[in-house]
C-alpha cells in the first residue's frame, strides 16, 4: 500500500459528471454545491455537517450534477513550493534536506528559471555550487528535472492528496511524493 499520510482535511475534491478531476476547492464551498443541488457527494469525509435542519456528512469528493467544460492546461507553472515536491524535498546534488532552489545552469551563465533547470537543493550544496555547473565540480543530479505532469498534479499542485481521493487520481510514485513530504 502506498504511504499516504491521512491528509488533514482541508479540502474536497470536485470531479466533473463525466469523474473526471477538476479541482480541489473548500469543504465549505464543497458543501454549498451539494445543498444547492449542483453536485451530488461521492465519497464522504469525516465529520458531519450541521444546518437549519439537515445533517450531512462532510463531502470529501464532489461530482458535478452537469458537465462543465474546462480549458485543458497542459502547462504546470513553475513554483518553489512545486519544485520541492518534485525532488521530494531532497537536494538534488546530496540527498540531504532541502531548503533551497538552485539552478543547475546558474542564471548568470544564461540557465532559465524553468522546470527543466532547477531543483531543489540544500544550503550548503547551493552556496558551494555558486556559479559553476554540475560537471565543472564533478557532481551528479539524483533526479532528472524534468516539468510534472498527469491529472494529479494538475489537479493537486502542492496540495497533500486526501487518500480517499485516490479512487479518482492517479496518485502513482510521482505525486505520492507529495503526500509523503508536503
Ligand atoms: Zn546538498
Given at each position: 500500500?502506498?504511504?499516504?499520510?491521512?491528509?488533514?482535511?482541508?479540502?474536497?475534491?470536485?470531479?466533473?459528471?463525466?469523474?473526471?478531476?477538476?479541482?480541489?476547492?473548500?469543504?465549505?464551498?464543497?458543501t454549498?454545491?451539494?445543498?444547492?443541488?449542483?453536485?451530488?457527494?461521492?465519497?464522504?469525509?469525516?465529520?458531519?455537517?450541521?444546518?437549519?435542519?439537515?445533517?450531512?456528512?462532510?463531502?470529501?469528493?464532489?461530482?458535478?450534477?452537469?458537465?462543465?467544460?474546462?480549458?485543458?492546461?497542459t502547462?504546470?507553472?513553475?513554483?518553489?513550493?512545486?519544485?520541492?515536491?518534485?525532488?521530494?524535498?531532497?537536494?538534488?546534488?546530496?540527498r540531504?534536506?532541502?531548503?533551497?532552489?538552485?539552478?543547475?545552469?546558474?542564471?548568470?551563465?544564461?540557465?532559465?528559471?524553468?522546470?527543466?533547470?532547477?531543483?531543489?537543493?540544500?544550503?550548503?550544496?547551493?552556496?558551494?555550487k555558486g556559479?559553476?555547473t554540475?560537471?565543472?565540480?564533478?557532481?551528479?543530479?539524483?533526479?532528472?528535472?524534468?516539468?510534472?505532469?498527469?491529472?494529479?498534479?494538475?489537479?493537486?499542485?502542492?496540495?497533500?492528496?486526501?487518500?480517499?481521493?485516490?479512487?479518482?487520481?492517479?496518485?502513482?510514485?510521482?505525486?505520492?511524493?507529495?503526500?509523503?513530504?508536503?
Amino acid at each position: 500500500m502506498p504511504d499516504i499520510r491521512p491528509a488533514r482535511v482541508s479540502g474536497a475534491l470536485v470531479l466533473n459528471a463525466t469523474y473526471e478531476p477538476l479541482c480541489v476547492v473548500s469543504v465549505r464551498r464543497a458543501t454549498i454545491l451539494v445543498l444547492t443541488s449542483k453536485a451530488v457527494c461521492v465519497a464522504d469525509g469525516e465529520g458531519i455537517l450541521h444546518s437549519a435542519n439537515d445533517q450531512l456528512p462532510v463531502p470529501s469528493v464532489v461530482r458535478l450534477t452537469r458537465y462543465v467544460r474546462v480549458p485543458y492546461r497542459t502547462h504546470i507553472g513553475l513554483s518553489r513550493r512545486g519544485i520541492f515536491a518534485r525532488d521530494g524535498w531532497r537536494c538534488a546534488y546530496c540527498r540531504g534536506p532541502a531548503e533551497t532552489i538552485d539552478h543547475v545552469m546558474p542564471r548568470s551563465r544564461g540557465g532559465r528559471h524553468a522546470w527543466e533547470n532547477v531543483v531543489a537543493a540544500c544550503a550548503r550544496c547551493n552556496h558551494t555550487k555558486g556559479d559553476k555547473t554540475p560537471a565543472e565540480l564533478g557532481w551528479r543530479l539524483h533526479t532528472s528535472p524534468i516539468a510534472p505532469k498527469g491529472v494529479a498534479w494538475r489537479v493537486l499542485g502542492h496540495r497533500t492528496p486526501d487518500p480517499r481521493w485516490a479512487d479518482w487520481l492517479d496518485l502513482s510514485s510521482d505525486s505520492l511524493a507529495l503526500g509523503r513530504a508536503a
